[in-house]
């Protein structure tokens, strides 16, 4: 081994650092920033829940535009994760021209997908909101809010990109950076534009959309300054951006199953405010404002899975087999302290948590229910959450696929719809709906294991 090469290995942190130190290096702080990132939709609903008239109207509305919003997320993290993993597996090989042609298409694909989106909140919202619900005053919250979000998506897209390059790069701390001030950003407007502080006008919802998307611009900006200053092994001269067919194709490999599985999030909430709403408007309420509330606990769990994902990538370009490993016992351990901490928080605080949305009624006990019923399935949705990134790195995106499916289609809807029915028939017994996440997660967990055991093979 020359000098170059020994000052190039103790520069590079991924190589040097151990396993449980590097995921916790790593984790941590994507764990703030997906926390942060869920904290867009809660706050959002907050603040609007508490407007003095038609404020459950308008959490409602919020609840409806909340699917096409998580499949937004979804497509570009998706992206950023099949981005994150070739360019961590190319640096792991030393191939730093590789990893900046990969840098490239994914912001040539950042382009390509805001396009769609700004396309989409130009003529698609009105059908969308309108497949949902048939009143009049939550069709136009929802439609009003949700064409901004889109129309000025930019933010989030980019910023799901440059974030992602951060982390590849060993730089996860700045994206977490630019996801704080963010958030900061779009907590300190939420009041001002919705209630009309300081003299401005009482925008409501409307006020909601363009404090969210205008915090999503300020961490997508600072996400590129970082990525600029100090991804330091990635060019980013403009050639690189010329679209590859055979780069798209890797990326999206690795990155489809994770775009799937957080659009099956959006099928599943999308299918499950219809589920519901034929039992009763408050069930849909309850369940959009709960889902918000859990994002909080799953997506620290998706946090340090997107520190698994890299970390377990870099061992395997360098065939390392007993990192690999301990990157996949320590990655379970500190998601299982993760989860079962957040089933406490949820247990403890489901009660406090309505009053802070001001819910009463019939949607309070139904969403208190449902915090105490489905954060029973924390430790085994964990666990699944931890199973995706294992098999994402490990070139097992179909694996990948098969659990997201599980979890959140093939376990979920059927259940819950026959729920459904018996809670009609009987008019009573409406916590039996939240049940169905529990069944499902542990189901899905057991095809995991199995699944587990398969890749493990793989690699010996």
Same mark, same amino acid.
């Given at each position: 081994?020359?000098?170059?090469?020994?000052?190039?290995?103790?520069?590079?942190?991924?190589?040097?650092?151990?396993?449980?130190?590097?995921?916790?290096?790593?984790?941590?702080?994507?764990?703030?920033?997906?926390?942060?990132?869920?904290?867009?939709?809660?706050?959002?609903?907050?603040?609007?829940?508490?407007?003095?008239?038609?404020?459950?109207?308008?959490?409602?509305?919020?609840?409806?535009?909340?699917?096409?919003?998580?499949?937004?997320?979804?497509?570009?993290?998706?992206?950023?994760?099949?981005?994150?993993?070739?360019?961590?597996?190319?640096?792991?090989?030393?191939?730093?021209?590789?990893?900046?042609?990969?840098?490239?298409?994914?912001?040539?694909?950042?382009?390509?997908?805001?396009?769609?989106?700004?396309?989409?909140?130009?003529?698609?919202?009105?059908?969308?909101?309108?497949?949902?619900?048939?009143?009049?005053?939550?069709?136009?919250?929802?439609?009003?809010?949700?064409?901004?979000?889109?129309?000025?998506?930019?933010?989030?897209?980019?910023?799901?990109?440059?974030?992602?390059?951060?982390?590849?790069?060993?730089?996860?701390?700045?994206?977490?950076?630019?996801?704080?001030?963010?958030?900061?950003?779009?907590?300190?407007?939420?009041?001002?534009?919705?209630?009309?502080?300081?003299?401005?006008?009482?925008?409501?919802?409307?006020?909601?959309?363009?404090?969210?998307?205008?915090?999503?611009?300020?961490?997508?900006?600072?996400?590129?300054?970082?990525?600029?200053?100090?991804?330091?092994?990635?060019?980013?001269?403009?050639?690189?951006?010329?679209?590859?067919?055979?780069?798209?194709?890797?990326?999206?490999?690795?990155?489809?199953?994770?775009?799937?599985?957080?659009?099956?999030?959006?099928?599943?909430?999308?299918?499950?405010?219809?589920?519901?709403?034929?039992?009763?408007?408050?069930?849909?309420?309850?369940?959009?404002?709960?889902?918000?509330?859990?994002?909080?606990?799953?997506?620290?769990?998706?946090?340090?899975?997107?520190?698994?994902?890299?970390?377990?990538?870099?061992?395997?370009?360098?065939?390392?087999?007993?990192?690999?490993?301990?990157?996949?016992?320590?990655?379970?351990?500190? /998601? &299982?302290? !993760?989860? *079962?901490?957040?089933? $406490?928080?949820?247990? #403890?605080?489901?009660?406090?948590?309505?009053? +802070?949305?001001?819910?009463?009624?019939?949607?309070?006990?139904?969403?208190?229910?449902?915090?105490?019923?489905?954060?029973?399935?924390?430790?085994?949705?964990?666990?699944?959450?931890?199973?995706?990134?294992?098999?994402?790195?490990?070139?097992?995106?179909?694996?990948?696929?098969?659990?997201?499916?599980?979890?959140?289609?093939?376990?979920?809807?059927?259940?819950?719809?026959?729920?459904?029915?018996?809670?009609?028939?009987?008019?009573?017994? /409406? &916590?039996? !709906?939240? *049940?169905?996440?529990? $069944?499902?997660?542990? #189901?899905?967990?057991?095809?995991?294991?199995? +699944?587990?055991?398969?890749?493990?093979?793989?690699?010996?």
């Amino acid at each position: 081994m020359t000098q170059n090469m020994v000052k190039e290995k103790k520069k590079n942190k991924m190589r040097s650092t151990p396993p449980y130190q590097l995921l916790l290096k790593m984790g941590i702080p994507m764990i703030f920033s997906m926390v942060l990132q869920a904290m867009y939709n809660i706050v959002d609903s907050a603040f609007v829940s508490n407007i003095k008239q038609n404020g459950e109207n308008a959490l409602n509305a919020l609840t409806l535009a909340f699917p096409l919003q998580m499949l937004m997320v979804a497509i570009s993290i998706g992206t950023g994760v099949g981005v994150n993993a070739l360019v961590s597996k190319s640096l792991g090989q030393g191939d730093r021209e590789k990893a900046s042609h990969i840098a490239g298409n994914g912001i040539f694909l950042a382009i390509i997908i805001y396009v769609v989106f700004l396309l989409f909140g130009l003529f698609g919202i009105s059908p969308y909101i309108a497949s949902q619900t048939n009143d009049s005053l939550i069709s136009e919250m929802g439609g009003s809010y949700l064409r901004i979000c889109c129309i000025l998506s930019m933010g989030i897209v980019f910023f799901s990109i440059y974030e992602k390059l951060l982390q590849a790069n060993g730089n996860p701390l700045y994206s977490t950076i630019a996801q704080i001030a963010g958030a900061v950003c779009n907590m300190v407007l939420d009041p001002i534009f919705i209630y009309g502080w300081f003299g401005l006008p009482e925008l409501g919802v409307i006020g909601a959309a363009y404090a969210t998307v205008i915090g999503q611009l300020l961490s997508c900006l600072l996400a590129l300054i970082f990525h600029l200053k100090k991804d330091k092994q990635i060019s980013n001269r403009l050639q690189y951006w010329k679209p590859n067919s055979s780069i798209i194709k890797s990326i999206y490999a690795i990155g489809m199953p994770a775009i799937l599985a957080q659009a099956l999030m959006s099928v599943m909430t999308y299918s499950m405010n219809l589920i519901l709403g034929s039992v009763s408007v408050a069930m849909v309420t309850a369940y959009g404002l709960y889902y918000k509330i859990q994002q909080f606990i799953l997506f620290a769990a998706f946090g340090l899975r997107d520190a698994i994902t890299p970390v377990l990538s870099f061992y395997h370009g360098m065939h390392s087999r007993a990192r690999i490993r301990y990157g996949i016992q320590y990655g379970m351990l500190y /998601t &299982w302290i !993760i989860m *079962l901490a957040g089933t $406490i928080l949820v247990e #403890v605080l489901a009660i406090p948590f309505t009053k +802070l949305f001001g819910l009463s009624g019939e949607t309070a006990i139904l969403c208190m229910q449902a915090m105490q019923i489905i954060s029973l399935s924390f430790l085994f949705a964990g666990t699944n959450i931890a199973f995706q990134g294992i098999f994402q790195a490990l070139d097992g995106g179909m694996e990948s696929l098969v659990i997201s499916v599980c979890r959140q289609i093939l376990f979920v809807l059927p259940v819950a719809w026959l729920f459904s029915l018996a809670v009609k028939e009987t008019k009573e017994h /409406t &916590w039996l !709906i939240w *049940l169905t996440f529990p $069944i499902a997660e542990f #189901v899905s967990m057991v095809i995991g294991y199995l +699944l587990m055991q398969r890749i493990q093979k793989k690699i010996q």
